[in-house]
């Protein structure tokens, strides 16, 4: 992360966690409210998309739907399991843990993928390519106490998503 001329460390600036969850229920509502009409947008040169993931809960097996950060790998979506950059994993990413198979909606079409997290240098490569979005990605993973994990989403066999 590095450290300021005066010996502190220089850690990125993260808004306070109610900002950050108050605009996950805003970009999720815009997106109810318009029917998915807004909300989800295809990545563009070194700009993510967003795409509207639906996982089977863990314990409940209950479809539970969240909106995601991605950037496109051929036929592959690739997301990172964040959490707002806070400790702990998010549930989507537990609940794609104990179901790999779920559905995902992109601006323009939808369909059924099924997810693991990129390990090796197949993870290396990723991961660059999100820092080059995010000239900070690496301070930020650094306020986690754990590995954040690269998740790609790839289309059924067959069933390529639009």
Do not use: F
Not at 89 to 112: K, M
């Amino acid at each position: 992360m590095g450290t300021m001329p005066d010996g502190r460390d220089k850690r990125p600036w993260l808004p306070p966690r109610w900002v950050v969850r108050l605009a996950w229920h805003v970009h999720r509502g815009l997106y109810r409210v318009t029917g998915g009409r807004v909300g989800l947008w295809r990545p563009k040169g070194n700009r993510y998309g967003t795409l509207r993931l639906t996982t089977t809960g863990r314990r409940t097996g209950a479809a539970r739907s969240v909106i995601l950060g991605y950037v496109q790998d051929g036929p592959r979506m690739v997301t990172l399991a964040m959490n707002g950059w806070a400790e702990g994993e998010p549930s989507w990413w537990l609940n794609l843990q104990a179901h790999p198979e779920a559905r995902v909606e992109l601006a323009g079409g939808s369909g059924p993928v099924t997810a693991h997290a990129a390990e090796g240098p197949e993870r290396e490569r990723l991961w660059a390519w999100w820092r080059q979005i995010d000239k900070n990605l690496d301070a930020y993973a650094a306020l986690r106490s754990t590995e954040t994990a690269v998740v790609v989403l790839e289309p059924l066999p067959g069933r390529a998503v639009p």
